[in-house]
């Protein structure tokens, strides 16, 4: 299993797909977090917000690297169904079982990575984007939870990629269906049917990286609504992965 882990882990990061993802969703926080300060040094002028929760928001502001962490781990599985080089890799492996667990091991790390790499640079941001202000960051006990919240959801971000990819197989539909979910779908529930859309997996996640929204779940129950749809997307991935042919 420790050769079939190196080979997986060596197959992610072949190609441009793992660094290209971590220099857009890089590119992607740092402009949501530039736009965040431009506005709120007006509103802390006008009194409608404090420097505590302008430092809050930019290190929240990195939480869209778990629509990165689950892009790559979409793409990480599918992209052997669109080669056709899956079959092979289950026969190199020894078995579909033993793929499906190494990659969902390998994928979950490379979401720790982002995560990694998604937590240093929030830490930081306040300190680089209020420079040039008259603010100093003011971090809080509250700023420290969303820190350890944006590093969370970014981990468990790949293996929900990863389990898509494995039910879609298809590169196209499974970065369709993530982009889909994360930026649209859940984010329309949430506004039309609350009661229903905080059960949904990016809104569970965003009570982790506490969002603030009053609809949202607490984080204990967040986690509970996150483990079911990891576990439910895992079930539907394992079944379909033995029981439809590998090509």
């Known amino acids: ?34 736009g965040y300060v431009a506005v709120a ?4 002028a006008k009194g409608a917000t ?26 990480y599985v599918s992209r052997e169904y669109q080669a056709g080089t899956i079959g092979r890799s289950v026969l190199l492996s ?29 830490a930081v941001s306040p300190w680089i984007f209020l420079r040039g202000t008259e603010h100093d960051p003011a971090w809080t006990r509250e700023t420290t939870l969303t820190l350890v919240g944006v590093f969370t959801v970014t981990v468990l971000g790949a293996p ?3 389990l898509l990819g494995w039910i879609l197989r298809n590169q196209a539909a499974a970065v369709a269906v993530v982009l889909g979910l994360t930026l649209f779908v859940d984010e329309a529930l949430l506004r039309l049917a609350p009661v229903v859309g905080k059960f949904t997996m ?12 009053p609809e949202l779940l607490s984080e204990p129950w967040a986690f509970v609504v996150i483990a079911g749809w990891l576990a439910a997307a895992g079930y539907a991935a394992h079944w379909f992965l033995h029981r439809r042919d590998v090509l």
Request: net charge positive.
């Open 94 to 122: 020894g078995g579909r079982a033993r793929l499906f667990g190494a990659k969902l091991a390998v994928g979950t790390a490379m979401g720790a990575v982002f995560g990694l790499l998604a937590a240093v640079c929030a």
């Open 50 to 75: 404090t420097i505590q929760d302008v430092t809050g928001q930019l290190v929240r502001s990195w939480f869209m690297m778990l629509l990165i962490s689950a892009l790559l781990g979409a793409v």
């Open 160 to 162: 929900w990629g990863v």
């Open 202 to 213: 990016t809104i569970a996640m965003s009570s982790v990286y506490r969002d603030g929204k």
């Open 41 to 44: 040094d007006a509103d802390i």
């Open 1 to 34: 299993m420790r050769d079939l882990l190196a080979a997986e882990w060596a197959k992610i990061w072949s190609g441009r797909a793992a660094w290209s993802m971590a220099l857009i969703g890089l590119v992607l926080c740092v402009l949501a977090g530039s």
